[in-house]
């Protein structure tokens, strides 16, 4: 069974840079891709950004192209995701999970516990 386990959130200042990473830990783990999502207070959960695990393939949502980059390490003694976030403002405050994605780059129903991310103004 595959776990995904996030860290690196916090508190940073408007204009701060944050980096975030994503293990998944599991006999033999395989994937299609794997992706970064952020739930703000009182709203629904919503797309960062993705990446193939193979292709090294992404995409991103409209509101954080230009300023977050995903990678991803997928040699099979890491498996990590990476989400380095930078001209951070208050509206990407939220709590940030990474999730398994399926062969249509949609959730498969693994995710991670979530790891806040603060930016104050």
């Known amino acids: 069974q595959v776990q995904l386990v996030e860290s690196g959130g916090g508190l940073v200042q408007a204009g701060g840079s944050l980096r975030l990473s994503c293990t998944a830990s599991?006999?033999?783990?395989?994937?299609?891709?794997m992706g970064w999502f952020r739930q703000a207070p009182g709203k629904e959960r919503k797309f960062v950004a993705a990446?193939?695990?193979?292709?090294?393939?992404?995409?991103?949502a409209d509101s954080v192209k230009g300023r977050f980059t995903i990678s991803r390490d997928n040699d099979k003694n890491k498996n990590t995701v990476f989400l380095e976030m930078n001209s951070l403002g208050p509206e990407d405050t939220g709590v940030y999970f990474c999730?398994?994605?399926?062969?249509?780059?949609?959730?498969?129903?693994?995710w991670g516990q979530g790891t806040q991310v603060t930016v104050s103004s």
């Open positions: 990446i193939g695990w193979v292709s090294g393939n992404t995409i991103y």
């Open positions: 599991g006999r033999n783990f395989k994937t299609y891709a």
């Open positions: 999730a398994e994605l399926g062969a249509t780059w949609n959730p498969s129903g693994t």
